[in-house]
């Protein structure tokens, strides 16, 4: 393969699985990925409602003095089949875009209640709309139970409500200002302390049901604070349509384009992407009305894109990178879910909402990096009959310099020789 089609394999891709073809055109094998999303061919994937009843019943174990663990099993069985399409995808650029998405619509498992949620949550919110509308991306997130609760949006109240009257509770403004501050317009676009009070006003009612036949988003009226909001100087109805209607505009506002542009930049770009290039995707965006899929193109066609040393892989990327070149059948493969804990990246466990840094300086660490070299020696023995010099040429290509194959050659094990070759700089990098 050539230099290009090495780099749309490992910077745009998740590193080439050996078993994968190789494409004749990159650009265009990228490019059509980014139509509409392929029918999902992987393991059955938990759903919201599942979750929902999971946390149900092992809140009634509790109670009863049991132990529980349905959530728990749904994270797992969440787990093993977004593993199978991370490993298995015929499509590595639309799946690299569901999970560049769902970190910046953070959810945690931190909160031990998202356990089960989170899965479903980026298979029903995120994954439909990762080439779609900006607009119809957040509002699928800010409908979803895994958002309502990790933001408090489901607490919400207006005080001035039925409920709020009679219960004595109020708003909740989490989600309003990590809406504003991470997911859209940013602190640039000068909203203040009031506008955020009433963006939480706005979207009051919007809850769970958590008893229906199918558990899940609801809007109850009675507990929506009443009368017109006025948020960033825009009028807000009453009731769920004008907090859809604001968060259709909040979405299409030109410092959110800004903010989108320079995260797509960020992470396929460099740490700190050209302005003319964030500029050029921020304008796609705002000509496309948020075509999502429009602005990962445009940054295809951007020089800075094919040039230079790519970015650090984080520890997500750099595993599921080493387990597709292994490609190992699941019986051997380790979990996910334990190597990213391992390698100081637990998979949707983010310490807070903004999310995973998508800078090297977050993972650039001694520590951090002698944990990779570990554990590209211990999956190295799950390996069978892998001739290290082959998978170097049929994962890195011409990245694969002359003197990574001369010490390869001179490795004392096909085993260390693996290992080594997960440990060089063009595997830690994409």
């Known amino acids: 393969m050539d230099t290009r089609t090495a780099l749309a394999l490992a910077r745009f891709g998740l590193g080439r699985c050996p078993a994968e073809e190789v494409p004749r055109d990159p650009v265009a094998w990228l490019a059509a990925q980014l139509d509409a999303p392929p029918p999902w061919d992987g393991p059955p994937m938990p759903t919201a409602a599942e979750g929902l009843r999971a946390l149900r019943d092992d809140r009634a174990a509790q109670c009863a003095g049991l132990p529980g663990g349905a959530g728990r099993a749904l994270l797992h069985r969440g787990a093993d089949a977004a593993t199978?399409?991370?490993?298995?995808?015929?499509?590595?650029?639309?799946?690299?875009?569901?999970?560049?998405?769902?970190?910046?619509?953070?959810?945690?498992?931190?909160?031990?209640?998202?356990?089960?949620?989170?899965?479903?949550?980026?298979?029903?919110?995120?994954?439909?709309?990762?080439?779609?509308?900006?607009?119809?991306?957040?509002?699928?997130?800010?409908?979803?139970?895994?958002?309502?609760?990790?933001?408090?949006?489901?607490?919400?109240?207006?005080?001035?409500?039925?409920?709020?009257?009679?219960?004595?509770?109020?708003?909740?403004?989490?989600?309003?200002?990590?809406?504003?501050?991470?997911?859209?317009?940013?602190?640039?676009?000068?909203?203040?302390?009031?506008?955020?009070?009433?963006?939480?006003?706005?979207?009051?009612?919007?809850?769970?049901?958590?008893?229906?036949?199918?558990?899940?988003?609801?809007?109850?009226?009675?507990?929506?604070?009443?009368?017109?909001?006025?948020v960033m100087g825009r009028r807000v109805a009453e009731g769920e349509e004008g907090g859809v209607a604001f968060l259709r505009w909040l979405a299409t506002h030109p410092a959110t384009y800004r903010r989108l542009a320079a995260r797509l930049a960020q992470h396929f770009i460099a740490d700190e992407p050209p302005a003319g290039a964030v500029g050029h995707i921020a304008g796609v965006l705002a000509a496309t009305g948020g075509d999502l899929a429009a602005a990962m193109r445009a940054v295809l066609a951007e020089p800075a894109a094919w040039q230079g040393a790519g970015k650090l892989r984080a520890p997500f990327d750099y595993a599921v990178a080493v387990l597709r070149a292994l490609d190992l059948p699941p019986a051997r493969r380790p979990s996910l879910l334990s190597v990213t804990g391992a390698l100081g990246q637990p998979w949707l466990d983010a310490p807070l909402p903004d999310g995973w840094s998508d800078q090297a300086a977050a993972w650039n660490d001694g520590e951090l990096l002698l944990r990779r070299a570990d554990w590209a020696f211990a999956v190295a023995g799950r390996a069978e009959a892998v001739e290290p010099l082959d998978l170097a040429a049929a994962t890195l290509g011409p990245l694969c310099d002359a003197t990574t194959a001369g010490a390869l050659r001179q490795a004392g094990s096909r085993r260390e020789a693996l290992a080594l070759l997960f440990a060089t700089p063009a595997f830690f990098r994409r």
């Open 84 to 230: 199978s399409a991370l490993l298995g995808t015929a499509a590595p650029l639309r799946e690299r875009l569901v999970w560049v998405w769902a970190n910046h619509f953070t959810v945690s498992r931190r909160r031990p209640m998202l356990a089960p949620l989170v899965f479903p949550y980026v298979q029903e919110a995120i994954r439909p709309h990762a080439t779609g509308r900006f607009a119809d991306l957040l509002l699928a997130v800010v409908r979803h139970p895994a958002m309502l609760l990790y933001l408090d949006l489901a607490l919400s109240v207006g005080p001035d409500s039925p409920a709020g009257q009679r219960r004595r509770r109020g708003l909740n403004e989490n989600f309003a200002r990590e809406c504003l501050e991470l997911h859209t317009v940013g602190r640039d676009a000068g909203y203040t302390q009031a506008d955020v009070t009433e963006f939480a006003a706005a979207l009051t009612g919007w809850s769970i049901d958590r008893d229906g036949a199918a558990p899940g988003f609801a809007f109850f009226p009675a507990r929506h604070q009443p009368g017109e909001k006025t």
